[in-house]
């Protein structure tokens, strides 16, 4: 049993950064980790995703490239996402996730994971 509580959401500015948390009980050593967002109103969204083995791959969504980096620190069990130049769009709640068992190709889909935080609001205002 793995359980997952994020941090570090809040109200910012846009075009400021922000740097979310996912902190693990239970080892999540060998899972892909990734972080979603919602919207009121809208879909859940698949943003930032990292694999099991540490190796660097990671994989984005189209409208966070280039301004979130996932980062994960295993001896920490920690989940990190950075967030640059944050916009109004990027308002959601943000959620981390985890898929135990190796996954060499990280994964932007919700259904693929297993467990779950409570989630992290992130409000950007103009």
């Known amino acids: 049993q793995v359980q997952l509580e994020e941090s570090g959401g809040g109200s910012a500015q846009e075009g400021t950064s922000l740097r979310l948390s996912c902190v693990a009980s239970g080892s999540t050593y060998r899972s892909c980790m990734g972080w979603f967002r919602q919207a009121p109103g809208k879909q859940r969204e698949g943003v930032a995703a990292?694999?099991?083995?540490?190796?660097?791959?990671?994989r984005y969504a189209d409208s966070v490239k280039g301004r979130f980096t996932i980062t994960k620190d295993d001896a920490k069990n920690t989940l990190y996402l950075d967030i640059n130049t944050l916009r109004p769009e990027d308002t959601a709640m943000y959620y981390c996730?985890?898929?135990?068992?190796?996954?060499?190709?990280?994964?932007?889909?919700?259904?693929?994971?297993?467990?779950w935080g409570q989630g992290t609001q992130v409000t950007v205002s103009s």
């Open positions: 990292i694999d099991s083995e540490s190796t660097g791959r990671t």
């Open positions: 996730a985890a898929k135990p068992g190796i996954c060499w190709i990280p994964s932007l889909v919700g259904t693929d994971y297993k467990y």
